[in-house]
T-cell receptor, first 111, second 114 residues
Framework: GQQLNQSPQSMFIQEGEDVSMNCTSSSIFNTWLWYKQDPGEGPVLLIALYKAGELTSNGRLTAQFGITRKDSFLNISASIPSDVGIYFCAGSTGTASKLTFGTGTRLQVTL | DGGITQSPKYLFRKEGQNVTLSCEQNLNHDAMYWYRQDPGQGLRLIYYSQIVNDFQKGDIAEGYSVSREKKESFPLTVTSAQKNPTAFYLC?????????????FGAGTRLSVL
């Protein structure tokens, strides 16, 4: 099955820095989701996007649904230690019940 | 508290043994999913079910089996035919008909081979 390309694969950042990551697909999606997974836990939904060009925020997190519908972006502002984890994107088409997941971006924050 | 409960948190399998992972949800969701996650990789779909008494294979169904006798329960059996079962298994559910294809996840079961 297809997996979405996420970049970067991992990143070390200093506390207080802003973070950007993106997800690209060869297929068009009608829904983009961003999840965060803490070690040994299940993914938790951060942001859901349903419309091309849509920009949605959740606290320090902002995500965008790309205009081409083949990509999405997640930004984290002023990172803090609890932002550590793996961030996954996921996409689906309107009629599909399945999600296609990205390969994940591992975020590590140094103090 | 509504949610998805996976049990056990840790499970050990002996060679040649079948083991069953439990997934229960009280969200009244119609659709349920099982994923496998290997270290440093994304989630791969094993099986999914959109309605009671019906399920479909995902991308990596070989060596696994499922049942969906009740709406709230979707157990996964890892059979002896699965030669590399060590992984983190995640169960998810989704409300159908909302137009919002959001899956909610349980806390996972880590399976190891003895």
């Amino acid at each position: 099955g297809q997996q979405l390309n996420q970049s970067p694969q991992s990143m070390f950042i200093q506390e207080g820095e802003d973070v950007s990551m993106n997800c690209t697909s060869s297929s068009i999606f009608n829904t983009w989701l961003w999840y965060k997974q803490d070690p040994g836990e299940g993914p938790v939904l951060l942001i859901a996007l349903y419309k091309a060009g849509e920009l949605t925020s959740n606290g320090r997190l902002t995500a965008q649904f790309g205009i081409t519908r083949k990509d999405s972006f997640l930004n984290i502002s002023a990172s803090i230690p609890s932002d550590v984890g793996i961030y996954f994107c996921a996409g689906s088409t309107g009629t599909a019940s399945k999600l296609t997941f990205g390969t994940g971006t591992r975020l590590q924050v140094t103090l | 508290d509504g949610g998805i409960t996976q049990s056990p948190k840790y499970l050990f399998r002996k060679e040649g043994q079948n083991v069953t992972l439990s997934c229960e949800q009280n969200l009244n969701h119609d659709a349920m999913y099982w994923y496998r996650q290997d270290p440093g990789q994304g989630l791969r779909l094993i099986y999914y079910s959109q309605i009671v008494n019906d399920f479909q294979k995902g991308d990596i169904a070989e060596g696994y089996s499922v049942s969906r006798e009740k709406k709230e329960s979707f157990p996964l059996t890892v059979t002896s035919a699965q030669k590399n079962p060590t992984a983190f298994y995640l169960c998810a559910s989704r409300a159908k008909g909302s137009g919002r294809n959001i899956q909610y996840f349980g806390a996972g079961t880590r399976l190891s081979v003895l």
